[in-house]
């Protein structure tokens, strides 16, 4: 064991029991989440958000203990910071706040792309303290703490993004924390792994929601519409600010899957234009094949 981490297990034994005391810094969607599910499992929540109006109302619902715009208000109190900020916003948050770290606060950020993202920050992070990566699979395309909802964890996959840098301690206990939110199945993934996983099953899914809204203007089609479509467009309705941010973050590997996905859309049109049907239909038995491993 590395001398830092014996460090951590002497500096940390509050967040490893089970009466630690929560911070979520931004109380939207995902904050408010976290926060309302964290309270209905007995600990006190402390929230930091910009905006009165948020705190006011997570305050007004019960979603949180007490709250603050100011961080030196809450830090001195909080086990455990969850990091519910946009990817870029994180690292300028810790520079100017992390002085008012509780000794020994176990920091965990959900930001939707890792590489290039945990690194740093753990290398900025208080060497008394650890900072953890970490993905519940269970956002919303609303924005906004109204849209909070604490059932979304209910059976949802969590990932977790350790380093070289985290203990076992910090792992063991987030992967409790995972079970006691309600989540489904909690895997681990190296920083790498994971983008490219998100790559295809995130970002990608919503290139295609957003280009298929965008392929005509389809208002006066409201009236026709099933099921497929608003299955399929649902994550068109996007944080416009967020997403781009996240594309851009991991560009190389998105720019790889919109271009594999391209040519199978261009592979399908080549069968379509020469009329192979038998070619359509086992490109079809193979996609309900894949689908149903996916339930």
């Known amino acids: 064991m590395s001398p830092k981490a014996m460090d951590m297990n002497s500096l940390h034994p509050r ?122 699979m269970c956002g919303r395309e609303s924005q906004g703490i109204r849209y909070s909802d604490p059932k979304i964890f209910d059976g949802a996959n969590f990932l977790i993004i350790p380093t070289s840098r985290n203990t076992p301690e910090s792992r063991r206990f987030v992967q409790g924390l995972a079970r006691e939110l309600g989540c489904g199945t909690i895997s681990e993934l190296d920083p790498e792994s994971h983008d490219r996983m998100i790559g295809f099953l995130s970002q990608l899914t919503h290139v295609i929601a957003v280009s298929l809204m965008n392929t005509h203007e389809n208002s006066h089609l409201v009236q026709y519409t099933g099921d497929s479509f608003r299955d399929l467009t649902r994550i068109a309705r996007i944080n416009e600010n967020m997403w781009p941010e996240l594309f851009l973050l991991n560009r190389d590997i998105l720019l790889e899957e919109t271009n594999q996905f391209l040519a199978a859309v261009q592979q399908f049109r080549d069968m379509l234009a020469a009329g192979d049907r038998q070619g359509m239909k086992e490109a079809m038995i193979e996609s309900t094949k894949r689908r149903e491993k996916f339930g």
Do not use: N
């Open 15 to 136: 967040w490893a029991g089970s009466r630690c005391v929560f911070g979520i810094v931004g109380l939207g969607v995902m904050g408010g989440s976290f926060a309302a599910r964290l309270r209905q499992l007995g600990y006190k929540v402390y929230g930091m958000d910009l905006d009165p109006d948020t705190l006011k109302y997570a305050l007004e619902q019960g979603i949180i203990d007490s709250g603050s715009p100011d961080p030196a208000q809450i830090l001195p109190l909080c086990d455990v910071v969850i990091f519910c900020l946009y990817p870029t916003r994180i690292q300028p948050w810790i520079e100017t706040h992390q002085q008012d770290l509780k000794p020994g606060a176990l920091l965990l950020e959900i930001s939707g792309v890792k590489t290039g993202i945990t690194q740093p920050l753990q290398e900025l992070v208080r060497p008394d303290c650890e900072l953890l990566s970490i993905h519940p």
